[in-house]
């Protein structure tokens, strides 16, 4: 009997193909869009998460001026090697303290030129952003202190300038001046916040600033803090110190900034986790939409199908014979629309994923809910008003216009 | 089957002051107001009479589509108002076939998937369902129409199919409900001809609600209704 019952709702289905499908294709688009939301969503919270670890863990960034509020930074005296190199000595728990200051310039070798940022600092940078080297070595102390002319690129810089050549102990020219390539670093690729990471020139601190910018600014200080000490009191020691070194009385108001990269991680990923939300609430949304599509079909079919429950009725069906067939119809309908819109869902997911450039985590649950949903939403529009039907007299279904 | 004497026949269906009251109140209808009346097996009765008189309340209350108000429908001695749904329709499901104005045939549906329709609530296998159905269209002269839907069948074709779908269970009564009042003359006369047949042949037991006087002549028995009451019963003289 369930077999008989099987084959007459396939018949059915068959006999309306159109509407049939119209009722899938609510499903489909509905669970798809759930799961390519949220997968990508699941991606790109764990890819910010990642890059945030790649960032370098415990950081610390030392900056002049104030943040005054969101873009705006008030102005204030820059600091000064000087300042970097007290708070390596005198506040304790510190892996390394790296100054920089930067400045746009050209680079050029031979005839390929390439904008780019140069990086004036120290060894130390490599040490607090976690960054090793590809080739090559390191700025020697004496090239640090004396500010030679040597310089360390990343990877776009080599592919921009040099394609397939290799860089090492190759001149380029940044600005007017000639510096000679020690080193490559490892390629990081985008940042966060979408920036190229590889775009960077590193030069020795002193380089830049005699050869190139002609002062003695520097304007960020970035500091790892050694693992498991606390960087609050570790901000609170740099606080202090620079608060006595830049001469600010006690009533007035910090003219710098020391930000934990952990506070700015928990910002980010707290920003991608409530877009992530966001999205699944407008798949959710379609979802339901969904749903409602297949509600309408459903209620139109049994309307449109009461003279056909009532022929039924008349030949001999008995009441709940007509109502598992309907409810089979459903189930069939709608797990079918719910298998595909996974499907769909999962393929289209592994196309965005490159485009994207977001890993594919897969959520198990997500795929369960949105196909148990739209099973529900099918099983319980096709089977409510099916019951109304068949609960007619056969004479009064079979007058049903 | 050679005719048996009448008074040997089993009795089918047995009516006893059958009432059948449609609103309640002043809105009050009354549709039968009293039917008493008795078929045998094998018997083909005519039901006749002007419109409101009954006769298609009459024959859903017979063909277990309905239930009557007060009185008593005995079908083969067993009292049919005291059954529950399922048991009116495991009652139709074994004994009765259907036959209507409109056809009521399952639209986009094959005459023989139709015809099947019946013998699936059945219970009865694929393949001796499938050799059923062929037979019954053969029967009412359908060979070679199996796979078409009625939207590709005639009116008089249409009704065959309909018909098919009433015997091919091989039910004890066949219900006709103006069987012919969508049918031109030419097909309305085929009609009758093949009732005819299938209650002579088969020994169906075939009641027909109709109001065109030439076709109630086919049958062995007319039965006049008038205001929920019947008029007259009379034999058809041949």
């Given at each position: 009997m369930i077999w008989d019952t099987f084959i007459l709702a396939l018949r059915e289905i068959r006999r309306h193909v159109l509407r049939s499908l119209l009722t899938v294709l609510g499903i489909v688009i509905g669970v798809a869009s759930v799961i390519v939301m949220v997968t990508l969503g699941n991606g790109a919270t764990a890819q910010v998460t990642d890059q945030i670890a790649s960032l370098g863990s415990n950081l610390l960034m030392v900056s002049p001026g104030k943040r005054m509020g969101p873009g705006r930074d008030s102005t204030a005296a820059p600091f000064k090697i000087a300042d970097a190199e007290a708070i390596a000595r005198e506040v304790s728990s510190l892996n390394a303290v790296a100054p920089s200051a930067n400045k746009s310039a050209t680079a050029i070798y031979g005839n390929a030129n390439w904008s780019t940022t140069l990086t004036g600092t120290t060894n130390e940078y490599l040490k607090v952003r976690n960054w090793s080297m590809a080739t090559g070595r390191e700025f020697s102390d004496d090239e640090e202190r004396a500010g030679s002319a040597v310089c360390i690129i990343g990877d776009t810089i080599r592919k921009e300038l040099f394609g397939q050549e290799d860089p090492l102990g190759q001149r380029i020219r940044l600005g007017k001046l000639s510096f000679q390539i020690i080193g490559l670093l490892d390629a990081k690729g985008q940042s966060t916040m979408g920036n190229?990471?590889?775009?960077i020139v590193l030069l020795p601190i002193r380089a830049l600033h005699r050869r190139i910018v002609g002062n003695q600014d520097v304007s960020l200080i970035q500091i790892s803090v050694i693992d498991g000490a606390s960087t609050e009191k570790v901000q609170q020691d740099i606080e202090a110190l620079m608060r006595e070194r830049r001469h600010i009385a006690s009533n007035e108001d910090d003219n710098f900034q020391v930000r934990d990269m952990k506070e700015i991680a928990t910002m980010l990923t707290g920003t991608t986790k409530m877009l992530t939300a966001l999205l699944s609430a407008v798949a959710a949304v379609s979802l339901l939409v969904g749903g409602i599509g297949i509600m309408n079909i459903m209620l139109v079919s049994v309307t449109e199908r009461t003279r056909e429950i009532g022929i039924r009725l008349a030949i001999g069906a008995l009441e709940r014979e007509v109502l598992m067939q309907f409810l089979v119809e459903a189930v069939v309908l709608s797990s079918s629309g719910g298998l595909i819109g996974i499907i769909l869902g999962l393929l289209a997911c592994f196309g965005l994923k490159d485009v994207l450039q977001v890993p594919f985590i897969f959520d198990p649950g997500i795929v369960i809910i949105a196909f148990l949903f739209s099973a529900i939403v099918g099983v319980v529009f096709g089977y409510f008003p099916a019951l109304k039907a068949a609960s007619l007299d056969p004479i009064d279904a079979l007058r049903h216009e | 089957m050679p005719r048996a004497e009448t008074s040997t026949l089993q009795t089918v269906i047995e009516l006893q002051d059958l009432h059948k009251i449609y609103g309640s109140g002043q809105a009050a209808m009354h549709a039968l107001q009293g039917i008493n009346l008795e078929i045998k097996e094998g018997d083909f009765v005519a039901v006749m009479g002007p419109s409101g008189s009954g006769k298609s309340t009459c024959l859903n209350i017979l063909g277990c589509l309905d239930n009557p108000t007060s009185g008593h429908y005995f079908f083969k001695g067993v009292?049919?108002?005291?059954?529950?749904r399922n048991q009116r329709a495991q009652l139709r499901r074994h004994y009765l076939g259907f036959v209507f104005q409109g056809f009521n045939l399952l639209s986009r549906t094959s005459a023989l998937e139709n015809v099947e329709l019946p013998l699936i609530y059945r219970g009865i296998h694929v393949r001796e369902r499938e050799k059923i159905s062929r037979q019954a269209l053969n029967a009412v002269g359908l060979?070679?129409?199996?796979?078409?839907?009625p939207a590709e069948l005639s009116g008089g074709q249409q009704q065959r199919v309909a018909i098919a779908r009433a015997i091919a269970t091989q039910p004890a009564v066949l219900m006709a409900d103006e069987p012919t009042g969508n049918l031109d003359t030419a097909r309305s006369n085929e009609i009758m001809e093949l009732l005819v047949e299938l209650n002579n042949t088969q020994g169906i037991t075939i009641v027909m609600v109709t109001h065109e006087p030439d076709m109630a002549n086919y049958a062995k028995r007319i039965v006049h209704f008038r205001d929920g009451l019947i008029e007259s019963d009379k034999k058809v003289e041949k």
């Open positions: 190229d990471q590889d775009d | 009292a049919v108002d005291g059954l529950n060979t070679g129409w199996e796979k078409h839907t």
